[in-house]
């Protein structure tokens, strides 16, 4: 993956003195082979953990052998002080698995008390102030602890990735769009830097690449890549000046940080100014795993981010735009799979999203809300530089990481599927499906007064989501909540 980190996992087996150590050894190298047998590389760290020497020792062999992700494995009950302590010491994200009994032929000699050693781990990590992630049920055998620390994986990138993040910001947001405010103060509590610019910064960067060697070569890129659906030629220059630019701006600013997205002003300057409109440009990048988000959507940003991490492949960023109309859905129940009116919705934006995700129909095209306003009578010009199409049939996931006013980070999921329905619509826009949306529309998005803006990630990945939100802190991470369970404050007349 491009422009995000590898989790280099280390596992280290922590034995109390009264039970046998090799009790500890054993299992973990049956996790080990588990491991192997998933084609999960783990470093095996030989030390097993007795006391806070061995603790130290472990420490060191991780550090040589590059580790920045910690499974500490019980392989018996435990010593709760060295176990949590060198929780503590690594400096990367860590989480705490069980061994189950293996066998009721040998319950003097071999059995390991684990189920009874992570309580005690529970109880002091939290008295060291040490945040671990800690499974479902993080209890059992050697395959099924295997399975637990696959599922960490995920987990530990995204910690991972926004501690080594930087997101670029230019201009300010468009006075219509304040629904995209973006505290700045939790992003430094994830760990995430942030560079706000001004668009005269971006202008300035821009004007300097015109003529610029490289902008010919990826134009030529961009025209390979659109095929047929190249439209607009004549504005394939522009964008290819504007792509490297921001890459360029990069790699020059992103300082102590390793990875890096944008949330870029589009409008309504950006046209008359740049002479285009950056949706290409923008699904160009996201596609890289660098994703864009437009109108300065800084959370947006990082939603993307994530749903990168979690996904291994470029999300979007769309609209929770607009209802779908009564005789479309009735002439399309066939491909509804029980789905009511209002479990549908369309995400749509101007044409941000990466030409992977779009149907044969892809083509780059002006922005017609824009045109209305800024070229209403001659051919497109200013206006051109969308990607639009329709987004192919697919599982995804709805996520947003959002800071309220006052500095609180709240977040939602909604696992769904973009559906096989012609649209009649313009964009790059797909008609999705999510159970109960109208009552996750309500109490949720409208209750929680989250923005318009939804990360949209390919595949169902709700449960990793999920998990990364609590590892980080995320108290409130709310879901669309079946028929069955109400939301707090919802009407239970309805």
Not at 53 to 65: F, I, N, Q
Not at 399 to 411: E, I, K, N, P
Request: charged share 20%.
């Amino acid at each position: 993956m491009m422009n995000a980190p590898e989790v280099k996992l280390g596992i280290v087996a922590v034995s109390r003195d009264c039970f046998p150590m090799t009790l500890s050894e054993r299992r973990r190298k049956a996790v080990v082979e588990a491991l192997n047998a998933k084609k999960i590389t783990v470093t095996e760290i030989s030390t097993i953990v007795e006391n806070e020497k061995h603790a130290m020792k472990a420490l060191d062999e991780l550090r040589a052998a590059g580790c920045n992700a910690l499974a500490v494995y019980l392989g018996n009950f435990g010593p709760e002080g060295p176990e949590t302590l060198l929780a503590q010491k690594f400096c990367g994200p860590t989480m705490f698995v069980a061994a189950a009994e293996e066998t009721g032929n040998d319950l003097i000699n071999s059995r390991g008390d684990a189920y009874c050693g992570m309580l005690n781990a529970s109880y002091n990590l939290g008295l060291r102030g040490v945040t671990a992630y800690i499974p479902e049920y993080p209890v059992g055998t050697a395959d099924e602890a295997a399975a637990m620390i696959s599922e960490f994986l995920p987990i530990a990138k995204v910690k991972i990735g926004l501690s080594k993040l930087k997101i670029f910001a230019f201009g300010p947001r468009p006075f219509d769009f304040m629904a995209c405010n973006a505290p700045i103060a939790p992003l430094f509590k994830l760990g995430v830097e942030i560079q706000e610019n001004s668009e005269l910064d971006l202008f300035a960067a821009f004007n300097k690449r015109k003529d610029d060697p490289r902008v010919e070569k990826v134009a030529a890129e961009m025209a390979a890549e659109l095929g047929n659906g190249n439209k607009h030629s004549g504005v394939l220059t522009r964008l290819a000046q504007l792509e490297i630019t921001l890459l360029d701006w990069a790699e020059e600013h992103k300082g102590a940080s390793e990875y890096f997205v944008f949330a870029n002003k589009c409008w309504p300057a950006f046209q008359t100014q740049f002479g285009m409109v950056p949706c290409y440009v923008n699904s160009r990048l996201t596609a890289r795993g660098i994703p864009v988000s437009c109108e300065t959507d800084i959370y947006g940003a990082l939603s993307e981010y994530i749903l990168y991490l979690v996904t291994e492949t470029a999300p979007t960023l769309l609209d929770i735009n607009n209802t779908v109309p009564q005789d479309m859905y009735d002439a399309n129940k066939a491909k509804l799979a029980g789905y009511k009116p209002n479990d549908l919705f369309m995400g749509f934006h101007c044409g941000n999203t990466p030409i992977q995700h779009l149907k044969e129909d892809a083509e780059m095209k002006h922005q017609l809300i824009m045109k209305r306003a800024l070229e209403p009578d001659g051919e497109p010009d200013i206006t051109r530089g969308t990607l639009e199409g329709t987004i192919k049939a697919a599982d995804i996931t709805l996520f947003r990481l959002q800071s309220t006013a006052d500095c609180v980070l709240r977040s939602y999921i909604a696992q769904g599927e973009t559906l096989d329905i012609d649209h009649k619509s313009f964009g790059g826009i797909g008609i999705i499906g999510v159970n109960e949306m109208a009552r996750f529309y309500r109490h949720v998005l409208v209750a929680k007064r989250y923005p318009h803006h939804a990360g949209l990630g390919f595949g169902h990945v709700g449960k990793a989501l999920y998990s990364a939100m609590k590892f980080l802190g995320v108290c409130d991470v709310a879901y669309n909540q079946p028929a069955s369970l109400p939301y707090c404050g919802e009407n239970p007349f309805r």
